[in-house]
Structure formats: structure tokens, C-alpha cells
DNA sequence: CTTGACTCTGCCCTAAGGGACAAGGTTTAC
DNA sequence: GTAAACCTTGTCCCTTAGGGCAGAGTCAAG
């Protein structure tokens, strides 16, 4: 399939796929004359990388586990584990930090009443 | 004072001082041969960008109350909390966002066990 | 053969600056 | 007066994950 069917059929834009090959976190596929080919392979890659997206892993992140995998040829589980708790734990800083802003936001709305506001 | 003394003082850069006035949000203040000659005044208006910063407004946003400001002569008290109000909101949003991340991560950790882990 | 849909590469754009650099200005020490 | 040391200037390239556009090439159908 061209690279118009492989976007409508992960989500990813026809560009995005082609920053994927770019990056090397997707294999260059073959070629029919200028275009390229995908295989259902591919579509299952892509998708793959728009899930770990979806959840918070961006591109460089995703190289490096494709580069483990293809160096180690299994699943590294432990590594997937680590990685999901160090997301994780991001993910509660975050939230942390929102938090902290939304009392911040708090405070301003009140000082500002106060200053400005009648009574 | 050049530009050096208002970055210390405000803990902006002298390239983000610079980036304001290029994008109008600060006044281009007056020079003395070359250098930039910043007062008292330029201190507390790259303060009060800072601190709006560094609760979620982003210099667009920032750009617009100015505008408004020197419209209005007057602080636009009723604007300011409908943009703390929508602040507040967005913030809501994007901790439901990462809440939902968060349970993603832990449906991923559990599937990889499952599927990859022992027993 | 032609039309329309698809794809190719390459370039510029995003937010908010960071880093490097060469050239020139200012201040301090001697 | 002069040299060293520091400060400022403008310019260019870099960051994420692509979006948008231009111009050209390519494919399948009628």
C-alpha cells in the first residue's frame, strides 16, 4: 500500500510517517518507482508508535526502545517497567505543578478582588 | 541600567528581554549609544511578565492585556478573572488529561505482565 | 490522451527562547 | 593612555512533532 492508505488506516498524517522514517524509528520501506510501499508490518508499527505517543512517549524515547529491541531481539520487559514507572512518576509531578498553579491562579483571582473589586 | 542589570533583577534573560520588545510586549526603551537603557518602570513590567508566565499565560496572551491596558487606561479587572477563570478551567482539563494518561500507563504495565512477566 | 487524485522533495513556520559568534562598546587597573 | 576584562549588539542555527505550501512527478480510470 502507498503511504495515503497507511496514514488512514494508523491516524498518523502521510507526514508524520515520513518524520518517522526520517528519525529511523520506522525502517525505509521499499519503493515502486519514487513511491513507497508499506506492508501490514508497517501498519502495525505505526500504530504502535501512536499508542506510546498517546501515553506520553515522544520520538527520541521510542528510537531507543525500537534500538533495545532490535539489538536484543525480545521484549525487554524490565526496561518497558522501568520506563512506564518513570512516566508515571512524571506524570505525578505534573500534576503537582498544576496544582500548584491553579492555587496560585487562586490566590491572584482573590488579590485582585481585593485591589480592585468593590467591597 | 542595561539590559544585564534588569535580567539579573527580574530573572528573565537578556535574550527573552529581548524577544519581548521584538514582539511588542515590552516598550523599546530608550538607548545610550547602542545599549538599551532600562528604568525602575521596565523592572516591574518584566516582573509582572514573569509571574503570569509562570502561571500558564503565554505571551500571546500576555500581548493581548497589554494591548487592552493601554486601550483602557484601567486595569481591566472583569478580563483578567474571565482569564483566570478559563485558566482554571484548562488546568482541570489537562489534569483529566494526564489522569487518563495515568490509568493508560497502569492498563499497559498490567498487559505487559500478563502477557511477558512470569507466573 | 486527459483528468483527477495521489505522492515526491524541499522549504519555511510554529513557542520561547538557548547557544555560538564576530564586532564593537564600556569599565577598571595600571 | 592603554590594555585587559567584561558587557551588549545583531545574526544565525537549534530545539518538538509535525503543518502548509509549491512545483513536479506518477498512478488509475474514462
Redesign the interface.
Known amino acids: 500500500m502507498y503511504i495515503g492508505k497507511l496514514a488512514k488506516l494508523t491516524g498518523a498524517s502521510p507526514k508524520a510517517i515520513r518524520l518517522y522514517e526520517s528519525i529511523g524509528l520506522i525502517p525505509a520501506p521499499a519503493r515502486q518507482g519514487k513511491y513507497r510501499v508499506y506492508t501490514d508490518k508497517d501498519v502495525a508499527l505505526v500504530h504502535m508508535i501512536r499508542r506510546a505517543q498517546?501515553?506520553?512517549f515522544n520520538l527520541a524515547e521510542l528510537k531507543e526502545l525500537v534500538a533495545l529491541k532490535s539489538q536484543n531481539s525480545q521484549?525487554p520487559?524490565k526496561i518497558?517497567?522501568k520506563l512506564?514507572a518513570s512516566?508515571?512518576e512524571k506524570?505525578r509531578s505534573?500534576?503537582d505543578k498544576?496544582?500548584s498553579?491553579?492555587r496560585?491562579?487562586?490566590e491572584?483571582?482573590e488579590e485582585?478582588?481585593r485591589t480592585?473589586?468593590k467591597t
Do not use: P, S, Y
Open positions: 498517546a501515553v506520553g521484549f520487559i518497558a517497567n512506564i512516566k508515571r506524570l505534573d500534576m498544576i496544582m498553579l491553579d496560585q491562579l487562586i491572584l483571582h485582585l478582588n480592585f473589586g
